[in-house]
């Protein structure tokens, strides 16, 4: 399964219909009607802006949406699309502005689901690995020690807060997270113990 890193639009003209596709990254239904309500804001002089989306760790939550489009012509194609990518927690707007000529319903069909198309074709991804987030405190000495270790693994989203002790927190895949822990307990002579929590 895969997960976007970052957005991206990409436009097409067909018989003077223009077609905007842009990618976003959700995480929940929420976050997918806040983005839908901000994208007809944004473009009030379109005709349509249609959606579909995946999220959840096994793509289990879908929608989509024609907006006035004939039923079954851009919601479902665009959404077809992104089943058939593997690609989970990702919105796929589609705004449309009429250019006068009727496309039919093949070619809506064939419009909405190239634009996801190519809207995917420029959305970076990476693969959905489970993380968990861990913090934990330690003193200024333990800290290099601690730093040492860091290099072996893939942690990111690293803060720290330096006070009379250091309190470090971040994220780290839960395949690791064991093996990690361990390590700093066991280079820190069991005197720094790692909370982690599965995201």
């Not at 194609?77 to 009727?102: A, C, E, Q, Y």
């Not at 003193?139 to 290099?151: A, G, M, T």
């Not at 690293?158 to 395949?175: N, R």
Request: aromatic share 8%.
């Amino acid at each position: 399964m895969l997960i976007p890193t970052n957005g991206a639009t990409t436009e097409t003209i067909i018989k003077g219909s223009r077609f905007k596709a842009e990618s976003f990254i959700v995480q929940s239904q929420q976050e997918v009607r806040d983005l839908i309500k901000s994208q007809k804001k944004r473009y009030p002089d379109a005709t349509h802006v249609c959606h579909a989306f995946i999220s959840g760790k096994n793509a289990e939550v879908m929608g989509m949406s024609d907006d006035g489009e004939p039923g079954g012509t851009a919601g479902r194609p665009m959404l077809d699309v992104l089943k058939g990518s593997g690609i989970t927690n990702i919105l796929v707007t589609v705004t449309r502005w009429f250019g006068g000529t009727l496309l039919g319903t093949g070619g809506l069909v064939h419009a909405y689901g190239d634009a996801v198309k190519s809207v995917l074709a420029e959305t970076p991804t990476e693969e959905l690995v489970q993380k968990s987030s861990f913090s934990l405190k330690c003193d200024y000495q333990q800290y290099q020690v601690i730093k040492k270790i860091f290099e072996n693994f893939t942690v990111s989203c690293i803060a720290e807060d330096f006070a009379e002790e250091i309190t470090i927190s971040g994220q780290i895949p839960t395949s690791e997270s064991d093996k990690f822990s361990a390590e700093i307990f066991e280079k820190t002579n069991g005197k720094v113990t790692v909370s982690l929590q599965n995201l």
